[in-house]
């Protein structure tokens, strides 16, 4: 464990047990997880109150202020912006390293993906139909008549607590056993379902979420967590390597 801080090593100490190599299901974060930004701080910079919302979001992703208060807090101050803007973020959205293959042999192998985020339906639609992902739960910004946002949401926040409860309801679904499942996220919010998981991994998530996490991801993109779930690079042929 000093060796790998010290030689910017990631490691994974698990239980080898009959469910390490039998995980079923995958649950992402996806802003600074499946992608390298926060898709409710582009579109603030596009409403001019970049400045204001990247503040309550690194605070929240910190867990220094309540997820639901400080998102009702960003959302309202996005009023007026016209809906177009979330098509072009969309195309324009930088994937973490590592995704492409992930996704590719997650599928391959039958595993069952979904995102559950604290951003938006909207883009999580978008790579949802980029990789074939089964699932997308995220929050629905309300947009009135003639295609403004409204300042306001549409239904339940996906904050933490509602993470862990998705995750649990999605297993229940598919019929996977808790201990066959997977949470990979990066903020504060994401905690309870890294906790909920049979494997939880913090990726180049912030310092909190690292010290509370069983298993993180600090210097490889996102398809290290294929060696965590007992991958080599031998069993995906010469496409598959690293």
């Known amino acids: 464990m000093r060796l790998s801080q010290a030689m910017g090593i990631d490691f994974s100490f698990q239980q080898d047990d009959m469910y390490r190599r039998m995980r079923?299901?995958?649950?992402?974060?996806?802003?600074?997880?499946?992608?390298?930004?926060?898709?409710?701080?582009?579109?603030?910079?596009?409403?001019?109150?970049g400045d204001q919302v990247k503040a309550i979001t690194e605070r929240a992703m910190r867990g220094e202020i309540d997820f639901k208060e400080s998102f009702a807090e960003r959302v309202a101050l996005l009023k007026g912006l016209d809906q177009s803007v979330m098509r072009e973020i969309a195309e324009n959205m930088?994937?973490?390293?590592?995704v492409p293959r992930l996704m590719s042999v997650l599928k391959r192998c039958g595993y069952k993906i979904a995102i559950l985020s604290g951003g938006f339906t909207y883009f999580g639609e978008y790579l949802q139909r980029l990789y074939g992902i089964d699932y997308v739960y995220a929050n629905e910004l309300e947009i009135d008549d003639n295609g403004k946002l409204t300042g306001r949401y549409v239904g339940e926040v996906v904050d933490g607590k509602r993470k862990a409860e998705l995750l649990r309801l999605?297993?229940?679904?598919?019929?996977?056993?808790?201990?066959?499942?997977?949470?990979?996220?990066?903020?504060?919010?994401?905690?309870?379902?890294?906790s909920e998981a049979g494997l939880g991994i913090a990726f180049h998530a912030k310092p909190r979420v690292v010290a509370n996490a069983r298993q993180s991801i600090n210097t490889l993109g996102l398809d290290g967590v294929l060696y965590f779930l007992g991958f080599k690079d031998s069993y995906l042929g010469e496409q598959g390597r690293l």
Request: glycine share 8%; hydrophobic share 45%; with cysteine.
């Open 24 to 49: 079923r299901l995958i649950c992402f974060d996806m802003d600074s997880t499946l992608i390298q930004t926060e898709c409710i701080d582009e579109l603030a910079a596009r409403a001019g109150v």
């Open 170 to 194: 999605i297993a229940q679904v598919e019929k996977v056993n808790l201990a066959q499942t997977i949470a990979v996220g990066d903020g504060a919010n994401d905690l309870p379902m890294i």
């Open 94 to 98: 930088p994937i973490t390293e590592g």
